[in-house]
């Protein structure tokens, strides 16, 4: 079967090897025909080479991983050790490997959920981001009514835009070095501040200070206090991403003095929130037709990561698609 891995930093090699063997499922694993994938921001760092960044990153440049640095998968069910997922079932969630570039995939299947059998495969990888965004909305307060900004407004911060939007915010702030303001309103933004995050904060005025916060960006230490920054007396702010760093330096003072709640976590409950994100697509059909912006064949799987770590305007979310 097709795999690809990465040789050096910021190349994939295409290669054949043994397909995986239905009998050798543990229980409670899948095994998946590869349908799509989406690229997510997290797996940009294991493409450019930067180690130990995600599970099972153990090797240079992840150079003996099948299938690295994919998670967002899509695919049919070739085989199943788990009571949920049986053969022929189309289903998306979490390659738990993070080795979903492949023509087959064994992943954990709490991690997977079948979905809208009409949505094609391409839009279906939506899903997944989508759930983490609604599992990390669940985590805060009442939305409806407040201000909430959001710092970063990529792949996962404009999704947090839009469900922030739909459950009730008043105002939408997104902001990001990258000029949004040709799709920002699709995804509900009130207002698109081009801005790094250090630069906003320091002309915000105090008054349009957030009552939530999302810190969108990941992978640096910086951001996370300009969303303390950036929030209300008794705000709450949400660090949502992969940390690239054990320890991140907060400003306690500015905790305190501005009686403010700091929240995280990575998605539980997974085959609940993808139940919950298909729902919600049907339920805005609108949203995954703007969202994936970009979708690349097989063959092209190089070209489709060179494209996710370019700064790009009209770009949302990648999708790499049979």
């Not at 009571?83 to 995939?105: C, I, K």
């Not at 991140?248 to 539980?268: A, C, D, E, F």
Request: aromatic share 8%; charged share 20%; proline share 7%.
């Amino acid at each position: 079967m097709w795999s690809y891995r990465l040789v050096a930093p910021y190349t994939f090699e295409r290669s054949d090897i043994a397909p995986p063997s239905p009998d050798a499922l543990a229980d409670g694993q899948v095994l998946l025909s590869f349908s799509a994938a989406g690229i997510c921001g997290s797996d940009i760092p294991g493409f450019r080479g930067t180690q130990g960044k995600l599970p099972g990153d153990t090797g240079p440049c992840a150079a003996g991983i099948p299938g690295f640095p994919i998670h967002e998968i899509v695919g049919e069910v070739l085989a199943s050790s788990h009571p949920d997922h049986r053969v022929g079932d189309h289903v998306v969630g979490w390659a738990s490997g993070f080795d979903g570039l492949m023509e087959q995939v064994v992943a954990d299947g709490n991690g997977l959920s079948s979905y809208d059998p009409a949505l094609p495969p391409r839009l279906a990888v939506a899903l997944q981001p989508l759930a983490c965004v609604l599992y990390a909305v669940e985590q805060l307060p009442d939305l409806a009514g407040r201000h909430v900004a959001i710092i970063g407004q990529g792949s996962i911060g404009l999704l947090f835009s839009y469900v922030a939007k739909a459950l009730g915010a008043a105002r939408i702030t997104g902001v990001d070095p990258v000029d949004r303001s040709g799709i920002a309103s699709r995804f509900g933004v009130d207002a698109a501040v081009r801005a790094t995050s250090d630069r906003w904060i320091t002309y915000l005025d105090p008054a349009d200070r957030a009552d939530v916060v999302i810190e969108a960006v990941g992978h640096q230490v910086a951001t996370l206090n300009h969303g303390l920054a950036a929030a209300a007396f008794g705000g709450t702010v949400f660090y949502f991403g992969v940390p690239d760093d054990d320890s991140y330096p907060i400003s306690m003072r500015t905790m305190l003095r501005n009686n403010l709640t700091l929240k995280s976590g990575v998605t539980l409950d997974r085959q609940r929130v993808l139940r919950r994100a298909d729902e919600f697509a049907r339920d805005h059909p609108g949203l995954l037709h703007n969202y994936v912006t970009h979708t690349f064949g097989i063959d092209d799987a190089q070209a489709a990561f060179e494209l996710a770590c370019r700064p790009v305007p009209d770009r949302v979310k990648i999708a790499v698609a049979r």
